[in-house]
Structure formats: C-alpha cells, structure tokens
C-alpha cells in the first residue's frame, strides 16, 4: 500500500500570503495525484488531478506540481475561503488518502 | 446540477446492519464508477469501496472487507452500501463520490455527495 504523508500538519499564515502544502508518497506514482479541499461540515471538493490540472471551476491561484514522489499544492495569495483542510490522494492499487493538512488564519 | 444525494444513515447498535443509499442527478449514472469514501469524526478520509459501471468489479477496503457490501442498480439510478456486524470504529460520515479517469488513467473523485452520518453505540 502506498501511503501518502503531508506535512506540515498545520499551516498559519495571513491572507495575502501564499501557502506551499507538500504530499510525499512512499514510492513512485508518476503523476498520478489529486488534491481536495475540505471545510467543516462539507464535502470534499476537487481542485487539482494529474498533479497539477485544475478541476473545473477552480480559481487560478490554486496550482499543483510534482512527480514521482512528491509534490506541492500552492495557494498563491490566500483568501479568505481558502482556510480549509487539504488531502492529496492517490490510486495505484486502491485509493489513499494524506492525513491533510490544516490550514488556519494566523 | 450534477449532485449525488446520500441517506441511510442513523444510530445503530454495534452488530447491527445498516444500508445506505446514494442517488445522482445532472449526470448519466451508468458511466460512471462510484466510490463510499467515509471520515470518522475529527479524522481524514477514508476511502471504503468502489463499484465499476455494470457491477462486476467491486473492491473494499481491509477494514469492511466481509462485512459491508456495495452494489448499485442501474434502473433506479442508485448506490448502496449494505453494512452489516457494524462496530465502534464505522462511525463516521459516509460520502459517495463520482469517479472521474484523466487522460492519464487517473482515477481521483470529481462530484461528492454531502454525506450522511452512521454513529454505531450501544
């Protein structure tokens, strides 16, 4: 099973400011990667597949990159929607999931 | 709109079997793959089992293997998710998730539904 490690666990910054969440696999997934967005009391939401194609709808300051092992979601000047719980996840087997990483307002 | 609306959920007696259902709107059902992801209170995601188009290709994760059973009726245009000797450690909200395939072959989640919540305690 390939298992999935974001860090940091939380992440305090401003708005305004750009935020860098990182996902590290245990072994190669190619570019095979998705990034979701969580706030409380909802559904995930899609923003990023194949590491760094953003889904439908989402705004341009989200913006993935990565191969292999690791790889960065980038939020390039925050607002204030944007604090909210991160996960990567994959499928090579079968579907896994980042621990996620929290991202709170300093 | 495409949405997927799931219900079922409930307060359940450890043992117990529960069913949850998922249906779609906005979107031809039968294309798609389906997943039951679910997130226990305060924790991350989980994903729990995949059903293929016509229902001949279904995985579980280790933790429900045996126990919880996915099938989906195409006519009706539904999901289920049939739990059954349910514990503790199943409580959660449980989401369906539409599976979407890149040009890549990757499989990640693109529609979500809003989740319904199983609590199993005595």
């Known amino acids: 099973e390939i298992v999935l490690t974001q860090s940091p666990v939380t992440l305090s910054l401003s708005p305004g400011q750009r935020a860098t969440l990182s996902c590290r696999a245990s072994q190669s997934i190619s570019r095979y990667l998705a990034w979701y967005q969580q706030k409380p009391g909802q559904a995930p939401r899609l923003l990023i597949y194949d590491a760094s194609l953003r889904a439908t709808g989402i705004p341009a300051r989200f913006s993935g990159s990565g191969s292999g092992t690791d790889f960065t979601l980038t939020i390039s000047s925050l607002e204030p929607e944007d604090f909210a719980v991160y996960y990567c996840q994959q499928r090579s087997n079968w579907y896994t999931f980042g621990q996620g990483t929290k991202l709170e307002i300093k | 709109e495409v949405q997927l609306v799931e219900s079922g959920g409930g307060l359940v007696q450890p043992g117990r079997s529960l069913r949850l259902s998922c249906a779609p709107s906005g979107f031809t059902f039968f294309g798609y793959e389906l997943n039951w992801v679910r997130q226990a209170p305060g924790k991350g995601l989980e994903w729990v089992s995949s059903i293929n188009t016509i229902g001949d290709a279904i995985y579980y994760a280790d933790s429900v293997q045996g126990r919880f059973t996915i099938s989906r009726d195409n006519a009706k245009n539904s999901l289920y998710l049939q739990m059954d000797s349910l514990r503790a450690e199943d409580t959660a909200v449980y989401y369906c998730?539409?599976?979407?395939?890149?040009?890549?072959?990757?499989?990640?989640?693109?529609?979500w539904g809003k989740g319904t919540t199983v609590t199993v305690s005595s």
């Open positions: 998730a539409r599976v979407a395939v890149s040009g890549y072959y990757f499989y990640f989640m693109d529609v």
